[in-house]
């Protein structure tokens, strides 16, 4: 059975700004729960273009992540190579214009391996990626913030 989390959140950064940092794989450790990055293979065309694998590591838990969509300023997309007892994990972070911000809208759908785990993954995936969210929130209002 399919698994689907969605999280949204809300900031007054510019659609460009949010971007800009999910682009950047660099500075995810900056404002997620992510403790390290890795490039591990080159994209098409620029270091994190598409095609790209990406390891992520979080305690023990390493992700390997490859960007499966980049649409500038609108949508920024990956799959989950491995790491995680998924199958088809995907995930995009949607961008749209929102009183004067970015309303962001970040779901992903998944299946398991182990059944009867489904519930497990969706809940514990959700939080974290509510924490994603609320990092990325706070790290583009950093940015746009008066000094």
């Given amino acids: 059975m399919v698994q689907s989390i ?12 949010v971007y800009a940092l999910l682009r950047d794989g660099a500075s995810w450790p900056t ?13 098409q065309g620029e270091p994190e273009g598409l095609g790209a694998v ?3 590591r979080t305690g023990r838990t390493r992700s390997y992540e490859r960007i499966v ?8 997309g990956y799959a989950l190579e491995h790491g995680l007892p998924l199958r088809d994990y ?3 972070v949607d961008l749209s214009p929102a009183d004067g911000g970015t309303e962001v809208h970040w779901h992903s759908t998944f299946t398991v391996k ?4 489904g519930w497990f ?13 609320a990092g990325l929130v706070a790290a583009t209002e950093a940015r746009v913030a008066p000094s």
């Fill in 31 to 43: 404002w997620s729960p992510l403790e390290s990055f890795e490039l591990v293979s080159e994209g």
């Fill in 69 to 76: 969509a980049l649409e500038p300023g609108r949508r920024f």
């Fill in 90 to 92: 995907v995930a995009y």
């Fill in 54 to 56: 990406r390891l992520f």
């Fill in 114 to 117: 182990i059944p009867g785990t």
């Fill in 6 to 17: 969605s999280v949204r959140g809300r900031t007054s950064a510019p659609a460009g700004t």
């Fill in 121 to 133: 993954y969706r809940r514990i995936l959700g939080v974290f990626i509510k924490r994603v969210v």
